[in-house]
T-cell receptor, first 110, second 115 residues
């Protein structure tokens, strides 16, 4: 069973909307959580990461981590067509290793 | 920005043939990784390395070997390629994790087709 599960599998939102992506993980001992973004045909690129419970904001992007509920989320405010991509969440599966979810395909329609 | 270069970018191989995918990083990162990406599976870890001379098995190592001859280079070797190994392979590098770090830097990927 996938250790990191993402939902939804795909999502279409209008330009300017708020986008919310979700991730659940199975290992409560995980210390590090990250979101990566991958545009079509390109390399995955780190977007944001967090080590402790709570919230972190960078520009239009906010991540929330709740270890008690094993839940990790990414919120994109004022979504733009350029945000259209595959979003991957990840947690550490041991020292210096990342386990990724299957990803959510986001399409922001102009 | 950290640089990770993969070669070849595209490869067509025959079943039973040997395939070597190469990765070079100029970031002086200790850690390097090989992932494969297939539709419906996300990124899955094949092998990784903590430094020159070390290789470790990831989550799906069967059918693959890895070699880390130097800090900069990390290779993935398919001794007997099979059609099920058709995929896009990504190499990544990263520093030893400290607070607020742990970011992986990925190469652009190597698309392998095994006929």
């Amino acid at each position: 069973q996938q250790k990191v599960q993402q939902s939804p599998e795909s999502l279409i939102v209008p330009e300017g909307a708020m986008t919310s992506l979700n991730c659940t993980f199975s290992d409560s001992a995980s210390q590090y959580f990250a979101w990566y973004r991958q545009h079509s045909g390109k390399a995955p690129k780190a977007l944001m990461s967090i080590f402790s419970n709570g919230e972190k904001e960078e520009g239009r992007f906010t991540i929330h981590l709740n270890k008690a509920s094993l839940h990790f989320s990414l919120h994109i405010r004022d979504s733009q067509p350029s945000d259209s991509a595959l979003y991957l969440c990840a947690d550490d599966s041991g020292y210096n290793k990342l386990t990724f979810g299957k990803g959510t395909v986001l399409l922001v329609s102009p | 920005e950290a640089a990770v270069t993969q070669s070849p970018r595209n490869k067509v191989a025959v079943t039973g043939g040997k395939v070597t995918l190469s990765c070079n990083q100029t970031n002086n990162h200790n850690n390097m990784y090989w992932y494969r990406q297939d539709t419906g599976h996300g990124l899955r870890l094949i092998h990784y390395s903590y430094g020159a001379g070390s290789t470790e098995k990831g989550d799906i190592p069967d059918g693959y070997k890895a070699s880390r001859p130097s800090q900069e280079n990390f290779s993935l070797i398919l001794e007997l390629a099979t059609p099920s190994q058709t995929s896009v392979y990504f190499c990544a590098s990263g520093r030893d994790w400290e607070a607020n770090t742990g970011q992986l830097y990925f190469g652009e990927g190597s698309k392998l087709t095994v006929l």
